[in-house]
Protein backbone atom coordinates (compact mmCIF):
# COMPACT_ATOMS: atom_id res chain seq x y z
CA UNK A 1 0.00 0.00 0.00
CA UNK A 2 1.16 3.37 -0.54
CA UNK A 3 1.29 3.91 3.76
CA UNK A 4 4.04 1.49 3.65
CA UNK A 5 5.72 2.56 0.77
CA UNK A 6 4.45 0.14 -1.88
CA UNK A 7 2.77 1.77 -5.25
CA UNK A 8 1.15 -0.60 -8.12
CA UNK A 9 3.27 -0.37 -11.13
CA UNK A 10 2.68 -1.82 -14.42
CA UNK A 11 4.13 -1.51 -17.88
CA UNK A 12 1.94 -0.21 -20.18
CA UNK A 13 3.58 0.13 -23.61
CA UNK A 14 6.65 1.96 -22.92
CA UNK A 15 4.90 3.40 -19.92
CA UNK A 16 5.22 2.57 -16.45
CA UNK A 17 2.16 3.26 -14.53
CA UNK A 18 2.01 3.94 -10.55
CA UNK A 19 -1.22 4.02 -9.97
CA UNK A 20 -4.44 2.26 -7.50
CA UNK A 21 -5.69 -1.19 -8.56
CA UNK A 22 -8.69 0.93 -8.86
CA UNK A 23 -7.16 3.16 -11.71
CA UNK A 24 -5.23 -0.55 -13.06
CA UNK A 25 -8.61 -1.85 -13.78
CA UNK A 26 -8.81 -0.97 -17.51
CA UNK A 27 -9.76 -3.58 -20.78
CA UNK A 28 -6.44 -2.16 -21.86
CA UNK A 29 -3.93 -3.22 -18.98
CA UNK A 30 -5.39 -5.99 -17.88
CA UNK A 31 -4.68 -6.66 -21.82
CA UNK A 32 -0.95 -5.75 -21.12
CA UNK A 33 -0.97 -8.04 -17.87
CA UNK A 34 -1.99 -10.83 -19.89
CA UNK A 35 0.40 -10.70 -22.77
CA UNK A 36 2.94 -10.20 -20.54
CA UNK A 37 2.08 -13.51 -18.36
CA UNK A 38 1.75 -15.35 -22.06
CA UNK A 39 5.40 -14.15 -22.78
CA UNK A 40 6.55 -16.31 -19.40
CA UNK A 41 4.48 -19.30 -20.35
CA UNK A 42 1.81 -18.29 -17.37
CA UNK A 43 -1.83 -19.09 -18.15
CA UNK A 44 -4.14 -17.72 -15.49
CA UNK A 45 -7.29 -20.30 -15.06
CA UNK A 46 -9.80 -17.13 -13.00
CA UNK A 47 -9.37 -13.19 -13.93
CA UNK A 48 -10.52 -11.49 -11.26
CA UNK A 49 -11.93 -7.15 -12.29
CA UNK A 50 -11.40 -5.77 -9.45
CA UNK A 51 -12.77 -2.38 -8.09
CA UNK A 52 -13.73 0.60 -10.64
CA UNK A 53 -14.41 -1.97 -13.37
CA UNK A 54 -18.17 -0.21 -12.87
CA UNK A 55 -19.22 3.21 -14.03
CA UNK A 56 -21.44 3.15 -10.33
CA UNK A 57 -21.45 0.91 -7.94
CA UNK A 58 -25.02 0.10 -7.79
CA UNK A 59 -25.91 -0.61 -11.37
CA UNK A 60 -23.00 -2.80 -12.30
CA UNK A 61 -22.88 -1.34 -15.34
CA UNK A 62 -19.32 -1.42 -17.36
CA UNK A 63 -17.17 1.92 -16.99
CA UNK A 64 -17.14 1.97 -20.85
CA UNK A 65 -14.07 4.22 -21.14
CA UNK A 66 -11.85 1.88 -19.21
CA UNK A 67 -13.97 -0.88 -20.56
CA UNK A 68 -15.09 -0.78 -23.95
CA UNK A 69 -16.73 -3.90 -24.44
CA UNK A 70 -16.53 -6.50 -21.06
CA UNK A 71 -19.03 -8.39 -22.40
CA UNK A 72 -16.54 -9.35 -25.74
CA UNK A 73 -13.99 -9.48 -23.62
CA UNK A 74 -15.65 -11.58 -21.16
CA UNK A 75 -16.66 -14.11 -24.08
CA UNK A 76 -12.71 -13.73 -25.37
CA UNK A 77 -11.46 -14.98 -21.78
CA UNK A 78 -13.61 -17.82 -21.85
CA UNK A 79 -12.42 -19.23 -25.07
CA UNK A 80 -9.14 -18.94 -23.90
CA UNK A 81 -10.31 -21.25 -21.10
CA UNK A 82 -10.72 -18.54 -18.21
CA UNK A 83 -13.08 -17.65 -15.71
CA UNK A 84 -14.01 -14.29 -14.73
CA UNK A 85 -14.72 -12.65 -11.73
CA UNK A 86 -16.12 -9.21 -11.38
CA UNK A 87 -15.88 -7.30 -8.13
CA UNK A 88 -18.99 -5.79 -6.47
CA UNK A 89 -19.14 -3.46 -3.81
CA UNK A 90 -21.86 -4.65 -1.75
CA UNK A 91 -25.21 -2.53 -1.00
CA UNK A 92 -22.92 0.53 -2.36
CA UNK A 93 -26.00 3.45 -2.99
CA UNK A 94 -23.95 4.76 -6.11
CA UNK A 95 -25.93 5.06 -8.80
CA UNK A 96 -29.13 3.61 -6.65
CA UNK A 97 -32.31 5.62 -6.40
CA UNK A 98 -32.39 7.18 -3.14
CA UNK A 99 -35.99 5.42 -2.24
CA UNK A 100 -33.59 2.20 -2.47
CA UNK A 101 -31.56 3.38 0.46
CA UNK A 102 -30.81 3.35 4.01
CA UNK A 103 -30.32 7.35 4.27
CA UNK A 104 -29.29 10.03 7.02
CA UNK A 105 -31.62 12.22 7.95
CA UNK A 106 -31.22 15.15 5.53
CA UNK A 107 -31.56 12.20 2.40
CA UNK A 108 -27.98 11.21 1.69
CA UNK A 109 -27.52 7.74 0.90
CA UNK A 110 -25.77 5.07 2.85
CA UNK A 111 -26.18 1.98 1.99
CA UNK A 112 -29.00 -0.29 -0.44
CA UNK A 113 -31.31 -1.35 1.52
CA UNK A 114 -32.34 -5.12 0.58
CA UNK A 115 -35.23 -5.40 3.20
CA UNK A 116 -37.06 -3.23 0.97
CA UNK A 117 -38.93 -4.27 -2.33
CA UNK A 118 -36.59 -1.69 -4.36
CA UNK A 119 -33.55 -2.19 -2.47
CA UNK A 120 -33.85 -5.93 -3.22
CA UNK A 121 -34.42 -5.02 -6.69
CA UNK A 122 -31.56 -3.12 -7.37
CA UNK A 123 -29.78 -5.71 -6.11
CA UNK A 124 -30.96 -8.16 -7.92
CA UNK A 125 -30.53 -6.82 -10.89
CA UNK A 126 -27.19 -6.04 -10.30
CA UNK A 127 -26.28 -9.20 -9.46
CA UNK A 128 -28.31 -10.60 -12.89
CA UNK A 129 -26.15 -8.04 -14.86
CA UNK A 130 -23.37 -9.26 -14.20
CA UNK A 131 -23.99 -13.41 -14.07
CA UNK A 132 -26.27 -12.97 -17.31
CA UNK A 133 -25.94 -10.21 -19.48
CA UNK A 134 -21.86 -9.73 -19.02
CA UNK A 135 -21.97 -13.59 -18.41
CA UNK A 136 -19.52 -13.73 -15.67
CA UNK A 137 -18.52 -16.57 -14.45
CA UNK A 138 -19.14 -15.15 -10.21
CA UNK A 139 -18.08 -12.53 -8.26
CA UNK A 140 -15.51 -11.57 -5.46
CA UNK A 141 -17.90 -9.90 -3.63
CA UNK A 142 -16.70 -7.26 -1.25
CA UNK A 143 -18.11 -5.07 1.93
CA UNK A 144 -20.62 -7.14 3.05
CA UNK A 145 -19.76 -6.09 6.59
CA UNK A 146 -20.25 -2.56 5.90
CA UNK A 147 -24.09 -2.53 6.96
CA UNK A 148 -25.56 0.34 8.29
CA UNK A 149 -26.45 0.70 11.54
CA UNK A 150 -27.41 3.46 14.25
CA UNK A 151 -30.88 5.34 15.48
CA UNK A 152 -30.99 8.60 12.94
CA UNK A 153 -31.03 6.43 9.59
CA UNK A 154 -33.97 6.43 7.46
CA UNK A 155 -35.99 4.35 5.65
CA UNK A 156 -38.62 4.76 2.85
CA UNK A 157 -41.72 3.84 5.01
CA UNK A 158 -43.79 2.91 1.86
CA UNK A 159 -41.04 0.59 0.53
CA UNK A 160 -40.82 -1.21 4.44
CA UNK A 161 -42.30 -4.49 4.83
CA UNK A 162 -39.69 -5.49 7.40
CA UNK A 163 -37.12 -8.47 6.59
CA UNK A 164 -37.87 -9.79 3.60
CA UNK A 165 -35.76 -12.30 2.20
CA UNK A 166 -33.43 -11.79 -0.37
CA UNK A 167 -33.55 -14.05 -3.74
CA UNK A 168 -30.93 -13.27 -6.09
CA UNK A 169 -32.44 -16.32 -8.21
CA UNK A 170 -29.04 -17.26 -9.26
Known amino acids: TPAMGIHPRVEHGSHLITATAAALCRQ ?48 RQHQAGRRVLLWWKAWDPEGAPARACVRTPDGTPVAVDPESPLGARVVTDAVEHMIDDLDADGLKIDFLARTPSGTALVIDASQSAGAMPLDLGV
Request: hydrophobic share 35%; net charge negative; no cysteine.
Open 28 to 75: DVYDTFLDRLDAHGLDPGTLVLDDRWQAEYGTAEPDRQHWPDLRGWIA
